[in-house]
């Protein structure tokens, strides 16, 4: 079994020899105040320390995992290359692309590795949080957690988190041209080179966002996915002529909006408080749902409203999916839908204020999104009131059933 090292793409191979091997990783996306790491790692350190972390007992563990795929390859599987590829420096880790290559077979694994101090805090935490919604969720929008741990060598210890590996997915950002007017959705595939999404996909891909955060909010615990964010590439998109897809690579946490509630206080929930939170992560989701950073770094941008209607599909379908609390006198999305119905355009806009300056801790970031709200409230509650009224065409109080294409 014999390793390989890629820099960014699969083909750009390199070794030991290679000048890049000793020249200095990037420890940051944006911020290099977070790059804390003790000594300066290199690429090379990088990958030696990659390699150490999957030669003790994860590759063993990532065959396993193989062989529980469904369809998987039949027979013994007899590793003969293993192709660890670094593809990008995100904020708190870099991750590679992980490939076990045999005679007639690939199979891909994601290897998040934490250099900086900060980075193998976040990357703890993580785990955690994808360990447990693995237990608790069973459908698989966020990766797999194979193995976990540490590697401590003479240049310093490395976080390393292995999981699945969304094959053909890619990540996506806002995309502006001042010159050609030109704007939608970019998306960034290292097969075909970046492009934009057609518009005809852009209502499913904010649909299936709201859906996925929407799936995992917990209604009676407050738990939620936090904090996110476009700009961090944290979904990702795959679409063919039939369908578009959509994942959630990362959950830097899975906890409560508020205070964690004890068993006691859960068995007493009432249906205020219940509403009273599912209307602040309903009102956050919205507002996030449409900010981004031009190309992942650049500028500031805000989504046009066209991505409010869709959401707003995408949010009730999971809602409408949620157990019944034996506390409420109707499920759960119909006393939403009457609470939220109830919510005059000034409610709705002094409580979006609210959230966004207690939740945007980026100075420039609330205030980007402050200038916005006018407007995002008036959208927000005129798709509210239409997706209504479509419901109450179809005879009953609920959004219309569509396919959520995930």
Sequence with gaps: MEFEYGLYREDALIDKGSSVWEERLPLTRRFPALADAAAPVTFGMYFEAARTFLEKEEISRCMAAVSQKAGSVKGPLHIRNVRICLKKHGEFYHPAKVSLIGNRWVEPFVLNVAVSD???????????????????????????????????????????????????YH??????????????????????????????????????????????????????????????????????????????????????????????????????????????????????????????????????????????????????EKAPLSFLPAPLVDCFAAYMGAMSRKDVFELLTALVIHRCRIKDEAAFVLKHLPAHADELVSAFTSLMRTGEKNGNTRVPRRPVLS
């Design 118 to 168: 900060f980075g193998k805090r976040i990357l703890k935490r993580e785990t955690r949080s994808l360990k447990r919604l693995q237990g608790l969720f069973p459908r698989p929008f966020v990766p797999r957690v194979h193995a976990s741990g540490t590697v401590s060598t003479k240049a310093g210890e490395y976080g390393m988190l292995l999981g699945d590996w969304f094959e053909g």
């Design 171 to 320: 990540e996506f950002h806002l995309y502006r041209d001042d010159q050609t007017h030109r704007e939608g959705v970019c998306v960034w595939d290292d097969t075909r080179g970046a492009h934009l999404l057609s518009k005809k996909w852009e209502p499913t891909l904010y649909q299936n966002i709201a859906y996925i955060l929407t799936f995992y909010y917990n209604p009676v615990t407050f738990e939620e996915v936090h904090p996110w964010h476009h700009a961090a590439g944290d979904f990702v998109l795959k679409v063919d002529t039939k369908r578009l897809q959509v994942r959630l690579v990362t959950v830097r946490d899975y906890r409560p909006m508020f205070h964690p509630l004890s068993d006691q206080e859960e068995k007493k929930a009432t249906s205020q408080a219940v509403l009273d939170a599912l209307l602040l992560f309903f009102l956050n989701l919205s507002c996030r749902i449409r900010l981004d950073r031009e190309s992942g770094t650049g500028e500031w941008v805000w989504a046009d409203g066209e991505c409010v209607g869709p959401a707003l599909v995408g949010f009730f379908l999971a809602l409408g």
